[in-house]
């Protein structure tokens, strides 16, 4: 068990390394969703009609 546990610390910390999750700047990612997310409803709507 201990091995597993060990995996998924080195697969969480090579996750932060080359992929920069601590970088994400939560404001903009929520000003993005505020901005786009209507539009986007609108055209799924516009398909789904």
Same mark, same amino acid.
């Given at each position: 068990?201990?091995?597993?546990?060990?995996?998924d610390?080195q697969?969480f !910390?090579?996750?932060? &390394? =080359?992929h920069?999750? %601590?970088?994400?700047? $939560?404001d903009?990612?929520w000003d993005?969703?505020? !901005?786009?997310l209507? &539009? =986007?409803?609108?055209? %799924?709507?516009?398909? $789904?009609?």
């Amino acid at each position: 068990m201990g091995y597993c546990a060990d995996l998924d610390r080195q697969h969480f !910390a090579a996750n932060q &390394l =080359l992929h920069g999750y %601590l970088s994400v700047d $939560l404001d903009v990612v929520w000003d993005v969703v505020q !901005a786009e997310l209507p &539009l =986007l409803v609108t055209q %799924l709507d516009g398909l $789904l009609a």
